[in-house]
């Protein structure tokens, strides 16, 4: 796990000595992503440089330094991440007449490149990479981002420098950088508490879509393939479905998932795992526990809330599959010493809170080990989201209602605060009811599972309207068009989730998060073979009677009884909305002063003003809203500072 970065000149001018000193101060600002050594690599007559720094995970010596260059002396690579079957393909080239120097992943990438070409090569890998590779005879840049986006990598033109890298710091150091802030993408994420693909913050700089190749010549054309697609995959899945029953279908899965963690096992430093408790994290560490001859280190993020506290459930799957499992408590003191660094951390605006006890317990793994396994995807791939559940209920139930009944049904929800329908929750054994309420009474007018799945997860409905000089219409966040027929709504909520929640939300919190304490995170429930094979799976072997993970389950009871695993899903949050009625006050009202709005001038202050004191005084649990906002003024301060 590393970062890199790096400069495409059109019309080369720049002398070689400024090159190497651009590169290096880019590469520079990745110091969190490769600790342990950096590299640089220009050719200026062509206007190429590379750099590069080191997170050494497999073959520890110098033989695995890069910026690479391949036998033959053709391409040049920088590259994060892991490609897992790398042994496998290493074997097929020795047979081919190929040679190695080292034992790493990056040679056998640049062999099967040179033995295959770049399209074929990349469809053979099974792992998680950005990629960066330079062909000297064709003269070509490649810019490659994994299948599912688990790997960051950005590209920016600013005049006739193309600038690429891992993270937005290492732009933001080049000399031409152009720092525009783009208020459509602000909207954007305002809606999202994150920024989707291809929008970044700036209006100049992009980011590499998942399963893409950007091809780039040296005067400046452009390619942009595909050399995998999600909607392929899910296609030809609901097309041709898994044939066999549940017991052959939980056979595969356990097989296809034993494979998955396996190979993400490999490792030349110290490796653990995420675990939570609950049904993802508990499959990955039960099966990585079948694999290991020693017990297998644990970490687990605790709350002294009890309604937020996975803790002890974590502890008690921990002690039945008996590994070293390590636990950290969080408190408010935690959190106050952790919100200053969040939008040094996430290098454009991010607001999904649940960053901060994901930064927190990739800190204390670090303390301990190199590389962590973490269940994230099982939710996308397996319909564990409430929504996934209830939301073909919800279209059955209204789908005669004409449009007054419906209306007449969301002014009912919404005739109470959400605060006294808590309290009625509450003697119920619900957990905050009210604003789940107000949000399902938001989607009853939505026309389509689309629209509804955009309502659901939009926090400021309205979000454009706060964003002062923004420019045009907001584009959906997927067209009708590009949305497959499933026959079922679950469905097509879970491949919206896996084409924007995901990548945008989870997976950038999940790299920012460990890199930033210099941590390699790995998710075996993405191998995307273990996803095409979810995606042959009816819905009925992926929830049912209100169950979710059903095949998921049915994998790890195997290993970890039921009893430890079936209770309400918790999620991975965090008790925002008290912090910030409480210790995170002082801060929020800082950056949310009226004045300060004003002199920014990206949003239009009372709106904003008055969400907040509805906050303050509880009379609304506007946590999301509010964040989203503090989080971006926390990033523009940084960035003016």
């Given at each position: ?226 050399f995998w697609s999600l909607q392929d995959v899910a296609n030809a899945g609901q097309e041709q479905p898994f044939a066999g029953d549940e017991v052959e279908a939980r056979a595969e899965l356990e097989r296809l998932l034993l494979e998955a963690v396996r190979c993400r096992m490999v490792a030349d430093v110290p490796l653990g795992v995420f675990l ?366």
């Amino acid at each position: 796990m590393c970062g890199l970065t790096g400069s495409l000149e059109f019309e080369p001018a720049t002398p070689p000595e400024t090159l190497h000193r651009q590169i290096r101060a880019m590469a520079e600002r990745l110091r969190h992503r490769g600790p342990d050594s950096d590299g640089q690599w220009i050719d200026a007559s062509a206007g190429i440089a590379l750099g590069f720094r080191r997170l050494a995970i497999i073959d520890l010596s110098p033989a695995g330094a890069q910026p690479m260059t391949s036998n033959g002396g053709r391409f040049v690579i920088a590259y994060n991440g892991e490609v897992y079957n790398f042994p496998e393909l290493r074997r097929d080239l020795l047979a081919r007449g190929h040679k190695f120097d080292g034992h790493s992943d990056t040679e056998v990438i640049l062999a099967s490149i040179v033995e295959w070409g770049v399209a074929q090569a990349v469809g053979r890998f099974v792992g998680m990479f950005a990629i960066a590779l330079w062909d000297k005879v064709d003269r070509s840049l490649y810019l490659i981002r994994d299948r599912l986006g688990i790997k960051p990598l950005y590209h920016g033109q600013f005049g006739r420098h193309l600038v690429f890298a891992s993270e937005l710091h290492a732009i933001r150091a080049h000399p031409d950088f152009d720092g525009a802030i783009d208020r459509s993408a602000l909207a954007l994420y305002l809606k999202r508490n994150c920024i989707p693909a291809p929008q970044t913050i700036y209006s100049k700089v992009r980011k590499l879509q998942p399963g893409h190749i950007l091809k780039i010549g040296v005067d400046g054309e452009s390619e942009l393939s595909a050399f995998w697609s999600l909607q392929d995959v899910a296609n030809a899945g609901q097309e041709q479905p898994f044939a066999g029953d549940e017991v052959e279908a939980r056979a595969e899965l356990e097989r296809l998932l034993l494979e998955a963690v396996r190979c993400r096992m490999v490792a030349d430093v110290p490796l653990g795992v995420f675990l939570s408790g609950g049904v993802d994290s508990s499959t990955v560490v039960a099966l990585m526990q079948t694999q290991s001859a020693r017990p297998v280190k644990t970490f687990s993020i605790g709350f002294a809330d009890a309604g937020y506290n996975e803790a002890k459930d974590a502890k008690a799957v921990a002690r039945h599959l008996g590994t070293d499992h390590h636990e950290y408590y969080l408190s408010e003191a935690d959190a106050l010493e952790v919100v200053p660094k969040l939008a040094t951390i996430y290098d454009e605006p991010f607001a999904d809170s649940s960053q901060i006890p994901t930064y927190l317990v990739s800190k204390m793994a670090r303390q301990h080990v190199t590389v962590a396994l973490s269940g994230d995807g099982g939710d996308e791939m397996f319909a564990g989201y409430n929504r996934h559940i209830w939301v073909d209920r919800v279209i059955g139930a209204t789908r005669w209602m004409p449009w007054f009944v419906k209306a007449s049904g969301a002014a009912l929800m919404t005739a109470l605060p959400p605060h006294q329908w808590d309290r009625f929750g509450a003697l119920l054994g619900q957990r905050n009811p009210g604003d789940k309420l107000y949000k399902l009474a938001s989607v009853l007018h939505a026309r389509d599972t689309r629209q509804m799945y955009e309502g659901l997860v939009t926090q400021w409905p309205r979000a454009e309207t706060l964003v002062l000089a923004r420019p045009g219409d907001l584009p959906p966040m997927a067209e009708p068009e590009s949305v497959p027929e499933f026959g079922d709504a679950p469905h097509s909520m879970m491949y919206l989730d896996a084409m924007t929640y995901l990548p945008d939300d989870i997976l950038t919190k999940v790299d920012r998060a460990s890199m930033a304490v210099s941590l390699e995170a790995r998710v075996p429930l993405l191998d995307h073979r273990v996803v095409a094979f979810a995606w042959s799976l009816p819905l009925s072997m992926k929830r049912a009677e209100g169950v979710s993970k059903r095949l998921l389950r049915q994998v790890l009871y195997r290993h970890v009884p039921p009893e430890l695993i079936d209770r309400p899903k918790m999620g991975f949050a965090v008790p925002i909305h008290d912090w910030l009625r409480g210790s995170l006050r002082d801060w929020a009202e800082h950056l949310l002063s009226p004045a300060r709005l004003v002199d920014d001038g990206f949003f239009d202050p009372a709106p904003i003003r008055k969400t907040w004191e509805q906050h303050l005084t509880g009379r609304r649990n506007w946590q999301h809203q509010v964040w989203s906002i503090l989080m971006f003024q926390s990033w523009l301060e940084e960035q003016s500072s």
